[in-house]
């Protein structure tokens, strides 16, 4: 598609799971953002990949939190034992250039139960 | 560092009004400087964004940005406000000599009255 895909949609999990988010950005984009967004909020960092390799991890709120993207196309956040306080719609972006900007998928709707 | 300034976590106008929402970054250098908006219970969609030419810019649905250095400015205005435009606006920043980070104001909720 032309846009930032993001699958699931939704995803409810159980306090302790693992759960993995998949994120399919706009081909040709080689930069590609994690972000998430709590009600009311403003988007929190979390990842930004440049190519394959993560080049700022530094929002990545603990060890629980990984992602990947092995060739340099579609990324994956994983986070594992889940918490309640990981629940937040779960952001993907991708980019071609700084001055472009970012282009939004709609997003995961993460919810810890 | 680089930080934003939203003014007005939330901003009402009465529909047909003037729209300004404000925003101001901190660098010497001008950076990249964007606009999205968010509706609700949707992503992120560009507004619009100044990179370098005319400090005017128009976006879609009717807003446009002035780029002002000597303000390190940046502020969305709309002549006209419709029903319509009720959403999340964030300000975004990415500096020109840095990889593709954008640094992000806290957003402002706009509320049009009928």
């Known amino acids: 598609g032309a846009g930032v895909s993001q699958t699931p949609s939704n995803k409810v999990t159980e306090k302790g799971k693992y759960v993995e988010l998949r994120c399919d950005p706009i081909?040709?984009?080689?930069?590609l953002y994690w972000y998430r967004q709590s009600l009311g909020q403003g988007p929190e960092f979390l990842i930004y990949?440049?190519?394959?390799?993560?080049?700022?991890d530094s929002g990545l709120p603990n060890d629980r939190f990984f992602a990947v993207r092995p060739e340099g196309s579609v990324s994956t956040l994983k986070i594992q034992r889940t918490e309640r306080g990981d629940s937040a719609v779960y952001l993907c972006?991708?980019?071609?250039?700084?001055?472009?900007?970012?282009?939004f998928g709609q997003g995961t709707r993460l919810t810890v139960v | 560092a680089q930080s934003v300034t939203q003014l007005g976590s939330h901003v009402s106008v009465s529909e047909g009004a003037l729209v300004l929402l404000r925003c101001n970054y901190s660098?010497?250098?001008?950076?990249?400087l964007f606009w999205y908006v968010q509706y609700p219970n949707q992503g992120l969609q560009l507004l619009l964004k100044?990179?370098?030419?005319a400090t005017l810019v128009k976006g879609i649905n009717g807003f446009e940005a002035e780029f002002k250095k000597s303000e390190t400015s940046f502020h969305l205005t709309k002549p006209s406000a419709h029903m319509s435009d009720a959403a999340e606006y964030f300000c975004?920043?990415?500096?020109?000599?840095?990889?593709?980070?954008?640094?992000w104001g806290a957003g402002t909720k706009l509320i049009i009255k009928p």
């Open positions: 972006a991708s980019s071609s250039s700084p001055g472009q900007g970012a282009f």
């Open positions: 081909s040709g984009h080689t930069a």
């Open positions: 660098s010497s250098v001008p950076p990249y």
């Open positions: 990949f440049q190519g394959t390799g993560a080049a700022d």
């Open positions: 975004a920043v990415s500096d020109r000599d840095s990889n593709y980070q954008l640094i």
């Open positions: 100044y990179t370098t030419g």
